[in-house]
C-alpha cells in the first residue's frame, strides 16, 4: 500500500455555531478523498490505556498484535467540561463530532469551559446532533452495533439514541429498537422485557416482530441473511476468559456475522464495535480482565481488518474513548528493581490465572470456605494472606475482581493508580484504503466522526438538521397547535394538531398517527427534558 499522506497538526474542534445559527462541527480540509468508501467499521476498546495494550501483547508472547500494524497517531479524549472524560461524552464525540458533558449522549452540553471551546448558544443546550450511523443509515446504508455490555450502555447509546442522561435505559433501549438498525448484538435482554421498564413496553416482542432474534450461539450462526438481534445474557457479557463458548459467541464472531450481514448492502454499511469491559476490568485494576478483553478485541479488529483489505473499499478505525487506570507495568515493588526485573515476573503470575476476578464467583461455594483451593485452582496462588483470604469472602461476586485484581496484580508487579478514568491522550488506529488520506497526527476524538463522515461523502450537521428539528418551533410556524401529553409520564406522546389533522407521535418511537393511521418517520422522536425535537418528515406531515 503507498505512503499515506500524513494529516499534522491539525484538526480543530470547532463546537460552535454558524453565523446563521446552526450547529457545526469541525473541517477536515486537509484530508484528501479521491473516492468516497463504501463501508466504516469503528471499532472501540473502551478505557484501555496503553500499558493495557502492553501488557497484553506481552502475555500474547511478545507478538505483534492486529491494532499495532494500524497505528498512526493519538487522540485527545477530554470533555466539552472536564480534562477526563465520561464513556457517554466521550462516545458522543466520536459518534457525532461534538464533545459533550459527563453522562450525556448524543446531545449537545449545557456549557463549553474547556480551553479551545466556543460556547454552546443557550437554545441547543442539550440538543440532539446526529450520530455517523444515522447518517449512514439516511443515506441508505445498513447500520450496526456490538458490545459486550447492556447494548444500551453508554458507548453504544451514543450512536442510537440520544438522552442527557446515560442512565435512561428504558429510554435509550426504546430509541435503539425504533432506529431501524440492521444488526444489533450485545447483552441487556432483561432491560427489553415488561417487566423491569418503568415504561412496560414489551420491547423484546417488538423486536422478534422485526429481526432474526437470537440468544444462543446456535440461533446466532442459523442467521444468514436479514436483520439480527442477538443478545446472550440479561445484562452484561463475560469476559473472554470465562465465557462459555455454548452460551456466548467471541466480540470476534459476532464482528464477523456483522460484516457477513451487513455487506450484503450494495449502498455500503457502518459498523460500530465495542469491547466494553476492558473498562470494567480496569476499574476493578484487575488485569487478567483486561488481559482476557484486549485480546479478545484485537481479534474482532482482525477480522475487520481481513475483511477491509480483501474488500478495498473499507475504512477501519479503532481508538479508546478514554484511558483508565493508570496501568503500569512495575509498581512500587520495582522501584528500585525496575531495569532488572524480567520479563517473567510480570507475565508468570498472571499466566496461571484461567479465570478473571469476575469469573471466580461461581467456583466459590455459599460458605467461601474454598477461597484458598479456588485462587490456588485458578490463579495458582498459593500464599494468600488472612486478609486477602478475609476480603474475598467477604465480597460480592458481581464485585469480585475489584478483590481479586489488585491481589493478582500485585503479584505481578503491575501498578496502578486509580480505579476512575484518566485523561491521556491515548493511540489512533486506522487502515484506509487507497482513495483515502490516512487520519495521522494529534487529533481531538470528535475529528473521528468528521473524518468518518468525509470519507463516506456524509454531512452531519444536514443530518442533524433532517433528524432533530424542534417540534415547537416548526409546527407553530405551520399554524399549528402542539403540546406533548404526559399524562402517562412514562410514556409522553407529542400531539399536533391543526384544522382537520391530528399528529400523535409517541416519544423515542419512529411512528406518527396522522388522524389514527400510522405512518413511519426516518427517525426516532426525542424528548431532552427541555424540548421535543422530530425528524423533518414528522414536520412535512402537517402543511
Known amino acids: ?9 491539525i484538526l480543530v474542534v470547532a463546537l460552535a455555531f454558524s453565523i ?39 502475555y500474547n508472547g511478545g507478538e505483534e498484535l492486529n491494532l499495532d500494524s494500524m497505528a498512526s497517531g ?3 479524549t477530554y470533555s466539552a467540561d472536564a480534562p477526563i472524560a465520561d464513556s457517554a461524552p466521550a462516545g458522543t464525540a466520536m459518534a457525532t463530532g461534538f464533545k459533550s458533558h459527563t453522562g450525556f449522549v448524543g446531545v449537545l452540553p449545557d456549557e463549553n469551559t474547556m480551553p479551545g471551546l466556543n460556547p454552546i448558544r443557550s437554545s ?43 442512565k435512561n435505559y428504558d429510554s435509550i433501549s426504546e430509541q435503539q429498537v425504533y432506529q431501524n438498525l440492521d444488526v444489533v448484538i450485545g447483552g441487556g435482554e432483561k432491560f427489553f422485557t415488561s417487566e423491569l421498564r418503568g415504561d412496560k413496553e414489551d420491547l423484546l416482542s417488538v423486536i422478534k416482530k422485526e429481526y432474526r432474534y437470537a440468544s444462543t450461539p446456535v440461533e446466532f450462526h442459523d442467521v444468514t441473511s436479514g436483520k439480527l438481534w442477538a443478545m446472550f445474557a440479561p445484562s452484561a457479557l463475560s469476559y473472554d476468559f470465562d465465557r462459555n463458548p455454548s452460551k456466548e459467541p467471541s466480540l470476534g464472531e459476532m464482528t464477523k456475522k456483522a460484516i457477513d450481514l451487513l455487506s450484503k448492502d450494495q449502498d455500503g ?19 487478567i ?66 479465570l478473571t476476578g469476575e469469573g471466580i464467583g461461581s467456583k466459590l461455594n455459599k460458605e467461601r470456605s474454598n477461597v484458598e483451593a479456588v485462587m490456588k485452582n485458578y490463579f495458582g496462588i498459593t500464599d494468600l494472606s488472612k486478609a ?26 503491575i501498578g496502578f493508580t486509580t480505579k476512575g478514568h484518566t485523561g491521556e491522550d491515548v493511540t489512533l488506529y486506522v487502515y484506509a484504503p487507497e482513495s483515502i488520506d490516512q487520519l495521522t497526527g494529534t487529533v481531538e476524538n470528535a475529528d473521528i466522526a468528521l473524518y468518518m463522515a468525509k470519507a463516506m461523502g456524509l454531512n452531519l450537521n444536514e443530518t442533524t438538521k433532517k433528524l432533530f428539528v424542534k417540534a415547537e418551533d416548526a409546527y407553530v410556524a405551520k399554524g399549528a397547535a402542539v403540546k406533548l401529553d404526559t399524562a402517562d409520564e412514562t410514556n409522553p406522546v407529542l400531539i399536533v394538531n391543526k384544522g382537520a389533522v391530528e399528529v400523535k407521535m409517541p416519544v423515542n418511537k419512529n411512528i406518527a398517527y396522522v388522524n389514527g393511521e400510522k405512518t413511519l418517520l426516518d ?7 427541555i424540548n421535543t425535537y422530530v425528524p423533518q418528515s414528522a414536520v412535512d406531515l402537517v402543511k
Do not use: Q
Open 269 to 287: 454499511f457502518f459498523l460500530m464495535v465495542e469491547g466494553s469491559k476492558i473498562d470494567w476490568a480496569a476499574h476493578a485494576n484487575d488485569p
Open 523 to 529: 427517525g426516532v422522536v426525542v424528548y431532552n427534558g
Open 20 to 58: 446563521t445559527g446552526d450547529v457545526c462541527a469541525a473541517t477536515i480540509d486537509n484530508v484528501k478523498v479521491e473516492k468516497e468508501v463504501k463501508n466504516v467499521i469503528l471499532l472501540i476498546p473502551d478505557g484501555m490505556s496503553t500499558g493495557g495494550l502492553t501488557l497484553a501483547r506481552w
Open 124 to 166: 441547543d443546550k442539550r440538543k440532539p446532533v446526529a450520530s455517523i450511523l444515522e447518517a449512514a443509515k439516511l443515506n441508505g446504508k445498513a447500520t450496526g452495533i456490538i458490545a459486550t455490555s447492556e447494548i444500551m450502555h453508554a458507548t453504544p447509546a451514543d450512536f442510537t439514541a440520544h438522552d442527557p442522561s446515560r
Open 388 to 413: 486477602e483470604i478475609k476480603a474475598i469472602k467477604n465480597t460480592a461476586d458481581a464485585s469480585m475482581n475489584y478483590t481479586v485484581g489488585p491481589i493478582i496484580a500485585k503479584r505481578a508487579n
Open 289 to 354: 480482565g483486561m488481559i482476557s478483553d484486549i485480546l479478545a478485541f484485537d481479534k474482532a479488529v482482525g477480522v475487520a481488518l481481513d475483511f477491509a483489505k480483501n474488500d478495498g473499499n473499507t475504512l477501519v478505525i479503532s481508538a479508546t474513548d478514554h484511558g483508565n487506570s493508570g496501568i503500569t507495568i512495575g509498581a512500587s515493588s520495582t522501584d528500585n528493581t525496575y531495569d532488572t526485573t524480567p520479563l517473567s515476573s510480570f507475565i508468570d503470575p498472571l499466566k496461571k490465572a484461567t
Open 74 to 76: 493519538l487522540v485527545r
Open 1 to 9: 500500500m503507498k505512503l499515506k499522506k500524513i494529516i499534522s497538526g
